[in-house]
């Protein structure tokens, strides 16, 4: 027995001669569904249709494996004729279908994807086409066609999704039959009629006048204010001269965070991927890599990292999931020794971050405090030795030993599950609230704060302490 795919086209008439020759020796024609028009062409032939199939189905995908095991399976005892409106290769169960039976023929129909950017009058020839029930997979794009809009459900999605890539105010054009008229892309969702002939085309404007942009729009920014005519400033710098830009942008961004400001997040979350970008693109003038190298090692290295989601580990809490993602990190990195581990903390990071996190890391050899009490021991030790050092007038041995003292103090807090530089950083803030309530309160007074004894500064310290707690 056999399997003959046949696309009818969009209209009555598509139905190509050698179709209708194979249609002739079929002892069994199925039809995807009767509702087109093009179904029409097989007037005069005895046909089972799977519209049945829709109603049965759970989702779109399950759609698909449904129909083409109901054709896979009539294959079986029949030679069977198996046709789709517009063409086979736009019709995902087909592709099933050839996948499974390498033997099948294929009589190709009118593409409706062609048929609908010819109505659109699209000037774009980069045009990515899928069906409404699989738009959420849609990715960046210069121009969409978006077939299979056959319900206020699926216009919705194809909405809110379009509206996301190309902007809700950009203008489409809406297809039904063999009609098209422009609308905005908020609009898909308010026609009045949809079937399985609506379909959505939309492209792209002007690059200085789109409503939504990308990672590769602002890769393309970048490389246009780069090129020859562009900014002077842009053009004259280097990886190293904008390197501070990145620690810039990210405390910035920090700042945002720790204000809730969603506002200040977007913004600071856009300038981190322009240095993102900007960097990127430095390196690909250099012949080093190009951006889509930096995203591509970075979803490698997820997924490699979490081999207890893509892979055969197992973590059932989120410390198992971090040891998880540590044991792959040295494998990643070629790590065969704690040590290499430990030394490959930046040191250009904030000394009290990277202490906590060289602590942390020569923890995890078993080299640690039993305790943070055990800890902070070591800390009064540290302590003793560094009055001595001064009481000494040795001013290196006092270096040496606040350094030690400092260690010891992040050690202990990092021990008792304090993030150091979050508790450093609250810890200045209060400070500085309490120094400006001080000077405040001695001003109110009629008074000078420089020339006030240390008594009376510790009076006022300790009002102002009152006072913020109050508040």
Known sequence: MSITLIGLGIREGDLTQSAKRALDGADKILAHTAHTQSFK?????????????????RNFDTLNKNLAKSVLNAGKEHAVCYCVDGAVSEDEACKIILKRDKNAVVYEGV?????????????????????????????????????????????????????????????????????????????????????????????EGEFLKKDRYDFADLVHMVEVLRAPGGCPWDRAQTNASIKSNVIEEAYELADAIERDDDDGILEETGDILLQAAFHALLKEE???????????????KLI???????????????????????????????????????????????ACMRAQKVGKRAGKSGMDFLSPVSASE????????????????????????????LFAAVNTC????????EALRAATDKFVNRFVECEKLIIADGKNMSARAELELDYYWVKAKNALKKD
């Open 378 to 405: 070591k800390l009064w030790e540290e302590v003793k030795e560094m009055v001595e050092a001064m009481q000494a007038g040795d001013k290196a041995a006092t270096f040496d030993e606040a350094g030690d003292v």
């Open 111 to 203: 593409s409706r994807v062609s048929h609908i950017k010819n109505l659109a009058r699209l000037n774009n020839s980069a045009v990515t086409a899928l069906s409404a029930y699989e738009v959420r997979s849609l990715k960046s794009c210069r121009a969409a066609v978006v077939y299979d809009v056959d319900d206020d459900f699926a216009a919705s999605e194809v909405k809110i999704v379009l509206s996301d890539l190309f902007g809700e105010e950009t203008t489409c054009v809406f297809v039904r039959g063999g009609e098209a008229k422009k609308i905005k892309i908020y609009e898909i969702d308010r026609q009045k009629n949809y079937d399985l002939t609506c379909a959505v085309a939309v492209e």
């Open 414 to 421: 990092r021990l008792a599950g304090v993030d150091c530089e």
């Open 286 to 300: 250099q012949g080093a890599f190009n951006h889509i190298d930096a995203t591509t090692g970075n979803v490698k």
């Open 304 to 350: 490699f990292r979490h081999s207890h989601i893509f892979g055969g580990d197992k973590a059932a809490s989120e410390s198992e999931a971090l040891g998880v993602w540590d044991k792959n990190k040295l494998k990643e990195k070629h790590m065969t020794t704690y040590g290499e581990s430990v030394a490959a903390v930046p040191k250009n990071m904030p």
């Open 41 to 57: 062409s097989l007037a005069g032939y005895t046909v089972e249709t799977l519209d049945g199939v829709f109603e049965s189905s």
